[in-house]
């Protein structure tokens, strides 16, 4: 089982930028296909992007071009660059773990294995 701790969230206006930062634990990080996705209230759970153990990279059409993945194996971390923040990106965002695919976890924000306590990104217009 693997633990995943959140941090990076906060408030900002549309066009600002944020880094979403994601610890790992408790298994071989590297091993794991990893992503993010996001909640909103009275929205359906979204996938936003996804990584896997070769740096392929995934992402949400409505991401695509405005957030970027990435990953420090040796610390054991999983990134998100957000930039070009709108305020439909308003949302709690999970970091997760346990993916087979990259394609299906950015599209969908399902099929994960394991998932942190999530960090809320608001953005204000």
């Known amino acids: 089982q693997v633990q995943l701790v959140e941090s990076g969230g906060g408030s900002v206006q549309a066009g600002g930028s944020l880094r979403l930062s994601c610890s790992a634990s408790?298994?071989?990080?590297?091993?794991?296909?990893m992503g993010w996705f996001r909640e909103a209230p009275g929205k359906e759970r979204e996938g936003v992007a996804a990584i896997d153990t070769d740096g392929i990279t995934s992402y949400a059409d409505s991401v695509t071009g405005r957030f970027t993945i990435s990953k420090d194996n040796a610390k054991n971390t999983l990134y998100l660059q957000m930039n070009s923040l709108k305020p439909e990106d308003t949302a709690m965002y999970y970091c997760a773990a346990g993916c087979t695919s990259t394609v299906v976890a950015a599209k969908t924000g399902r099929y994960f294995t394991s998932w942190g306590e999530g960090t809320q990104v608001t953005v204000s217009s």
């Open positions: 408790g298994y071989t990080y590297s091993t794991y296909c």
